[in-house]
Structure formats: structure tokens, C-alpha cells
Nanobody
């Protein structure tokens, strides 16, 4: 099971750091991605960190405003978000898949319950 935390209310231009922790298993061997889903929209990938020396993957959705990092010792993956905008309001999820990242949301088979981020206009 994956557990997200760190969401909440952020002012436009502000920052938040989301955390994704593993409960009951080790992240070792898994690629961990961050995704978001706004009301009425499909889930979209933001970033992914594989379990290899590959560079992190950043989708266009928030590229340049987010940094994904991983601490295998703590079994946690972080998403640092900055310059937040009202359009960033969504539920944010982390997902896991074997080894390598993928730009295909459906390739991720294990999901957390999500954490809500709200940026008022």
C-alpha cells in the first residue's frame, strides 16, 4: 500500500512538498510516479523516479515547477512543487510499477488513496 501526505491549501505562487510512503513493502525494485486528477478530468502523470540510474521523468503538466526525489532508506518518494497555480488544484496520487518509469498511467498497478491540493484563485 502507498500512503500520500503533504497536501493542503497553498496560495498562488506557493510551494508544497508531497510525500509517498510504502506501507508493508520496500520501494526497492519499483518505479514510483506522481500523478494528479482534477475534477472531471483524467488522471495525468507529473513525474516518475525509477529504481535505476535513469534520470527522473517529468511530464509536460508541471515540468519546471516540480522536483521528484527518492529516499529508499526511508521508503519514501517526494514531490516538491513550486509556483503553484489555481489550475494545479487536484487530488495527487503516487503509483508504483516494476523497475522502469512509463508515460502510460495504466502501466502503474499500485496506487495510494491520494492527497488533495487546493490553490485558490
Amino acid at each position: 500500500q502507498l500512503v500520500e501526505s503533504g497536501g493542503g491549501l497553498a496560495q498562488p505562487g506557493g510551494s508544497l512538498r508531497l510525500s509517498c510512503a510504502a506501507d508493508g513493502f520496500s520501494f526497492d525494485g519499483y518505479a514510483i510516479g506522481w500523478f494528479r486528477q482534477a475534477r472531471g478530468k483524467e488522471r495525468e502523470e507529473i513525474a516518475c523516479h525509477s529504481n535505476s540510474d535513469d534520470a527522473p521523468y517529468y511530464a509536460d503538466a508541471m515540468k519546471g515547477r516540480v522536483t521528484i526525489s527518492r529516499d529508499n532508506a526511508k521508503n519514501t518518494v517526494y514531490l516538491q512543487m513550486s509556483s503553484l497555480e489555481p489550475d494545479d488544484t487536484a487530488d495527487y496520487y503516487c503509483g508504483a510499477k516494476g523497475q522502469r518509469c512509463s508515460a502510460n498511467v495504466r502501466a502503474f498497478g499500485l496506487w495510494g488513496q491520494g492527497t488533495q491540493v487546493t490553490v485558490p484563485s
